[in-house]
């Protein structure tokens, strides 16, 4: 099936007791047990396993192509489930432009536990000597946060394979509409749900998904339910409502993306844009061969330093100045101020969510804001 049918099929089941079209909430936390000692319902524990989680995990499981998926509170609790998987003092290369939630976790919660360098992961020679006995695991983000940049998912799995190292890729900016890792040979996939999956910019999660159940997954499944930072089933009731909509508000994001990244390249006051969906782009054509679509986001550069940035972002009126993305409305920030002093983002960057609104409003505001 295409992925607008699995959206809205795969995470929904129909109620036997009421008739239900929809999946009621099932908020209990525990399961009625039977005399013989069995669940007749399969739950015993909403840590461990919940109706609404259980659809919600199987529609992303199926929404990217794999056998398995786990949801987590957040983005950041899916990471740190995947870093908590590997054995201590193992290696794990990480690219030098990646969200910088996640570079804070490893450098602060697993320093001492784990071992990591971020490095340009798109450069093959480099990437080899970066490579020792004990790297487990390679880990990639793109289009990267905050500059777009591409990698090769496909090169950088062929390395991989050749140690016996894992690849694992956090899918939030492209989502399965635009990019499905799986399918290119990645180990494992990540998301911050927060983000296009919720879409609303009103509920938190992340999510894991694999391409098998092999003894990482189970591993990994196990810290999912004995760590526990799972959503609930609130959250998961409304994370499969907003899937169903994901390809067709993932295509009108990037439509309105593509239009704004070409109308921005063309302007005088503008010194880069940084869009995969542009020829400019340095890596427009590993985009254009490893995704469907480009993506909704992307960043620009103004000119005139950091100040003219700060001026171009409190002029505008629709756009609304915010952190995180993926949501309906377009949200824009100045990203260096977002990711503190050892931050490498250029200091006249915008990065821009683009919204759903109409997008000739969305360039009229540019337009004015820039004049
Ligand atoms: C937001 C984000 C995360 C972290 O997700 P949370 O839901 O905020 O914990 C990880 N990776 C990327 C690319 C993100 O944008």
Redesign the pocket.
Known sequence: MQIETIAIHAGNRNDETTGAVVQPITLSTTFIREADGSYPSGYIYSRSANPNRTQLENVLAKLENGADAAAFS????A?MSVFQSLEPGTHVICPDDM?H??RNQLKTLFAGILEFDFIDVNDGKLLWSYIKDNTGLIWL?TPS?PLLKVTDIEKVVSIAKKQDIKVAV?N??ATPVCQQPLALGADLVMH????YFGGHSDL???ALITPQRNDWWAKIRQVQEMGGAIPSPTDCYYLVRSLKTLPYRVKGHVHNAQLLAEYLEKHPKIESVMYPGLKSHPQYEIAKAQMQYPGGMLSFCVKGGAEAAKSVINKLRLFTVAT??GGVETLIEHRASVEGPDTKTPHNLLRVSVGLEHIDDLIADVEQALG
């Open positions: 957040s983005g950041n609790a990471g969200y939630g996640l983000e946060n956090d939030t900016f911050s749900s927060t983000k938190m999660g992340g995180s993305l």
